[in-house]
């Protein structure tokens, strides 16, 4: 199989996995966005997935993005791009530009660098605060003790519309207690989104309520390096 029949076969499974983990729990499949996850893989491999159906995508670096998305952006614009990956506010004004979604919110001068960024380029990305659900000192995002607070700070004082949660759960744990904790969280704060889930733990994600997958290494394989 080339590399673009692979991507179709692997889309076309995860998608079937999707619905069976959705109907499992009662939810509609067609609550579940699956983000394909094209960091490390070249501009083909998103444009194989496009080819496949795919069209939502999550890069976790502004410059690879900014050097893979231009022309596939105008040549579908229907493609939405979401940034999983940490935003510094030196490239706030790059991401606000190119991205559909940024799921990193992760501070306070961050939060207030893109109200006044999405104000000046009248653009509206929609907006995910990455809580660090597991209280991982290496791992960016906010304590789950602080989310209520820097929720309304971004709502109220920054007048900022936040569409949902997101997290990255520690790696050598069962996810399933994260997950829960994530969607308690945005229930009490009323958030609709619930950003949760990879290549490895997607399905269970989905039982406890995600909205959003993101998927890398099950569509495009493994990467070379790591990419944060
Ligand atoms: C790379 C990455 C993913 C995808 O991980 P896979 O295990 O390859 O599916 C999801 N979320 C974030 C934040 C990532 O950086």
Request: glycine letters at 6%; a neutral charge.
């Amino acid at each position: 199989m080339d590399d673009t029949a692979r991507i179709a076969a692997n889309l076309r499974e995860i998608r079937a996995r999707i619905a069976a983990a959705a109907r499992e729990v009662d939810r509609n499949p067609d609550d579940v966005t699956l983000v394909a996850v094209a960091k490390t893989h070249p501009a083909e491999a998103v444009a194989a997935a496009l080819a496949a159906g795919q069209t939502v995508f999550g890069e976790n670096r502004v410059q690879e993005a900014q050097a893979k998305y231009p022309a596939l952006q105008r040549a579908h614009p229907a493609l939405r791009l979401h940034l999983i990956g940490p935003l510094q506010t030196n490239k706030v004004k790059d991401a606000v530009a190119l991205f559909d979604a940024i799921e990193t919110v992760d501070r306070e001068k961050l939060a207030r660098a893109l109200a006044g960024e999405m104000q000046r380029q009248n653009r509206r990305p929609q907006l995910f605060v990455q809580v660090n659900i597991g209280e991982e000192p290496q791992k960016a995002g906010i304590a789950p003790r602080e989310a209520d607070a820097f929720i309304a700070l971004c709502r109220d004082a920054l007048g900022l519309s936040v569409a949902g949660l997101m997290c990255i759960p520690p790696a050598d744990r069962q996810p399933a207690p994260y997950f829960a904790l994530l969607r308690e969280i945005a229930q009490r704060n009323a958030l609709a989104g619930l950003s949760m889930g990879m290549s490895g733990d997607y399905e269970s994600a989905i039982r406890l309520g995600a909205t959003l997958v993101r998927v890398g290494t099950a569509i495009f394989g493994t990467r070379e390096a790591p990419a944060g």
